[in-house]
């Protein structure tokens, strides 16, 4: 905590700089650690160098060869596009009527979706895996979208309704004095406003259904709907010998690839999401 | 920032058409709700009735002719069970130091966020990386990172030991990897906390003569305790549910099971319906008693609660 407002000299903006190269250490460690080993030749894998001695794409090229990594790339994606457009709009109607209108049980949706927010999530795995083992959901992507649905709902209300109450609204009213239809008021004035909050909130629903575990390794049993994290916990490989140290970091770092995209290209939106839909509520 | 109260359309002005244009409101509102709601109510509120119509039960997957209801055996077979306690204990001692360390860091972070003079751009951009990476690659490179040969700090600080092969310094590589991974969400919370403290009540401070510590002690810490209080709930309810870390980086051997480790390898592995929903039971209680603690004890808002005086 420096002093309020202050002026900014040279020693304070070397201290701030100093003080910013330690979180970026901080946050990137981790992902250079695994980065160098998967670029690490099978023979300099356990050399314990942070920078590789030999750098190889052999590893990348061997998960690519075997259906093992592709069919949970697949499943990954697919799996988390189609929740998150779910969620999204699901949220967009219920987020609008939160913000805009006045009806009876209101609160009692705000308050059950913070309840979800809060719920423990392996206290559903017991029960979702015997009824999705008698509907026949279970190791099919319904079976895992619908859960991932579920609990990116709270998100996607919440940080949905605080962008919308930003909104102007009189706007709308104004549309419609110059003779626009609701349907054009709404299309023409209001869509536009809230783009970029049904983007948002969408990249952070992406970012939830991709990052989960619990589910994918519960709920499925074979590569029909393994996703990628999941898979990982499941590579030996290409043979039985073979440390699956490079092929597991060469497909750790191809999922993380599309977060950090995420995160350099919509650094500010993200936190005005996460934010506003967790301290505005 | 301002909350702009939106203006409910049909109020006041047109009495007459007041009512009808209620109840259409009122309908639009549910009709948009119904779906929302309606997959909450199946994917969640179902399933926990449901786990405890099947605690109930004696129900082996295995075995599942012997399918018999017990009442309450599952709950006395759990509760008098070692396992189960190791588990619990893990989980609370996880939870509790992993969202202390991770409030101070959190802060810390956020207070440099807030005021930084250089590339403030830059540090919240890199600080939401642990954020969305995912959780297994981010396990897996702390457990390389713990392995010997593998790995760089294991050959550095422990050369001679396997750290994740013994008790203690499995659960602190456990307890660093959560850490590592949530405290940016805690900073940023923390940080829409700080937006909110007035800079002229800190400049007012310092007038009277207030040092950085009174100030943020005596001025920033209550105005904030809203935000405070929210991210500390949702974090330590988060943390209670650490699963992928302890799977990843130990599987949970050498007694470094938590609840969410223990409930799954019943169930997956050990294909024990009555037991498995026995401990979802349970946790569920448990969280449920977290939340309660945090908004009767501490006064914790729960978003959306005071919306009356928002709106």
Known sequence: ??????????????????????????????????????????????????????????????????????????????IALIATAIAVVLGTMAAYAIARLEF???????????????????????????????????????????????????LAIY?????????????????????ATPGQAFGKVIAPLAAPGVFTTAILVFIFCWNDFLFAISLTSTENSR????ALQFFTGDSQFEDPTGSISAAAVVITIPIIVFVLFFQRRIVSGLTSGAVKG | MVQTAPTAPGTASDSGAMSEGKRAERKLGWLL???????????????????????????????????????LDNYITVLTNGYWWS??????????????????????????????????????????????IVTVVAAFSWRYAWTPDTGYLANAITPDGAPLTEHASALAIVILAEIWKTTPFMALLLMAGLALVPDDLLKAAAMDGAGPWQRFVKVMLPVMKPAILVALLFRTLDAFRVFDNIV???????????????????????????????????????????????????????????????R
């Open chain 2, 87 to 132: 588990a619990f204990w893990v989980t609370v001692l996880v939870t509790v130091i992993s969202v202390a360390i991770e409030f101070a860091l959190g802060m810390s972070l956020a207070l440099v966020m807030h005021r930084a003079l250089v590339g403030r751009g830059l540090v919240r951009t890199v600080s939401l990386i642990p954020y969305g």
């Open chain 1, 159 to 179: 940080t949905l309704s605080a962008f919308f109450r930003e909104i102007p609204w009189e706007l709308e009213k104004a549309a419609k004095m110059d003779g």
């Open chain 1, 227 to 230: 996703t990628v994290p999941v």
């Open chain 1, 1 to 78: 905590m420096a002093g309020v407002g202050g002026a900014q000299t040279p020693a304070r903006k070397t201290k701030w700089a100093l003080l910013n190269i330690v979180v970026v250490v901080y946050a990137l460690v981790p992902v250079l650690w695994i980065l160098s080993l998967s670029f690490k030749s099978p023979a300099t894998l356990s050399d314990g160098n942070l920078i590789p001695r030999e750098w190889t794409l052999e590893n990348y090229a061997a998960i690519f060869r075997t259906s093992e990594f592709t069919r949970a790339l697949l499943n990954s994606i697919g």
């Open chain 2, 33 to 71: 709700c119904a779906p929302a709601a309606l997959v909450m109510v199946a994917v969640t509120g179902w399933p926990i009735l449901y786990a405890l119509w099947l605690s109930f039960q004696r129900f082996d997957l295995k075995y599942p002719d012997r399918r018999e209801f017990v009442w």
């Open chain 2, 248 to 310: 990843v980086l130990t599987s949970g051997a050498q007694d470094t099971s938590s609840v969410s480790v223990l409930a799954y390898n019943n169930l997956i592995k050990g294909l024990n319906l009555g037991i498995g929903s026995t401990m979802s039971v349970l946790i569920f209680i448990a969280v449920a008693l977290i939340a309660w603690i945090f908004i009767k004890l501490f006064g914790t808002a729960a978003p959306g609660s005071d919306d009356k005086g928002r």
């Open chain 1, 104 to 154: 009876p049980g209101k609160r009692l949706l705000v308050g059950a979706s913070l309840l979800i927010a809060m719920f423990p999530q392996v206290s559903l795995v017991s029960p979702l895996f015997e009824i999705e083992r008698a509907l026949g959901l279970f190791d099919t992507w319904p079976g895992l979208i619908l859960p991932y649905i579920t609990f990116s709902l709270p």
